[in-house]
C-alpha cells in the first residue's frame, strides 16, 4: 500500500529558485560589496553621504594616478547617478593597479546594488556586476615562460 500523504506534501512544494542574497547596511550605516581582478582583491563599502571617495586612506586622484583607472571608478556611480550622493571607502589589496582597479569597479557594483536593488538592470548592462575570471598563467619547467620555449638547436 502507498502512503498518498507523503506524495501531496512532495508534489506541492515548490522547486528551488536561486534567489539573490542581499545584505542590508552593517551596524554603521556602511553597504558592503567585494570585488576580485586578477590577484587583487577590494573591499569596497558605501554611505550616503557627501560623494568622498577614498582608497586605502586616500583620496581617489592621489591612489589612482592615471586617468583611465579613475574614469572606470567613478563611471559606477555616473551610470547609476549616485555620483555625490554616497561616500565609498576602498581597501584594495595584491596585485598592481590595474587589477586593483578592476577589483574596485566589481566590488563598488556589488555594494550599489546592496544599497539599492533597483539599480541592478543598469549594473548589468554596462558590466559592472561582471567577474573578470583571467588570470596569469604560471611558468612551465623546462620552458623559457608560461608559453615561450628555448630555442631549438638540431646541432
Known amino acids: 500500500m502507498i502512503d498518498q500523504t507523503t506524495d501531496q506534501t512532495t508534489a506541492a512544494t515548490p522547486a528551488p529558485t536561486k534567489t539573490r542574497i542581499l545584505r542590508g547596511p552593517d551596524q554603521k550605516g556602511w553597504y558592503w560589496g567585494t570585488g576580485r581582478r586578477k ?3 577590494a573591499r569596497v563599502r558605501i554611505k550616503g553621504g557627501s560623494g568622498a571617495v577614498e582608497v586605502n586612506g586616500k583620496d581617489l586622484p592621489e591612489f589612482f594616478v592615471e586617468e583611465r583607472d ?5 563611471n559606477v556611480l555616473d551610470k547609476t547617478g549616485l555620483k555625490g550622493k554616497v561616500d565609498v571607502k576602498v581597501n ?6 590595474t587589477g586593483q582597479c578592476g577589483a574596485t569597479v566589481l566590488g563598488l557594483g556589488r555594494a550599489v ?6 539599480l541592478e538592470p543598469i549594473l548589468r548592462e554596462h ?6 575570471s ?8 623546462g620552458q623559457a615562460g608560461a608559453r615561450r620555449r628555448f630555442q631549438f638547436s638540431k646541432r
Open 39 to 41: 590577484t587583487a582583491v
Open 70 to 74: 579613475r574614469q572606470l571608478i567613478l
Open 92 to 97: 584594495a589589496v595584491g596585485g598592481g593597479s
Open 113 to 118: 546594488l546592496n544599497y539599492d536593488a533597483t
Open 127 to 132: 558590466g559592472f556586476l561582471s567577474r573578470d
Open 134 to 141: 583571467r588570470k596569469v598563467e604560471r611558468k612551465k619547467y
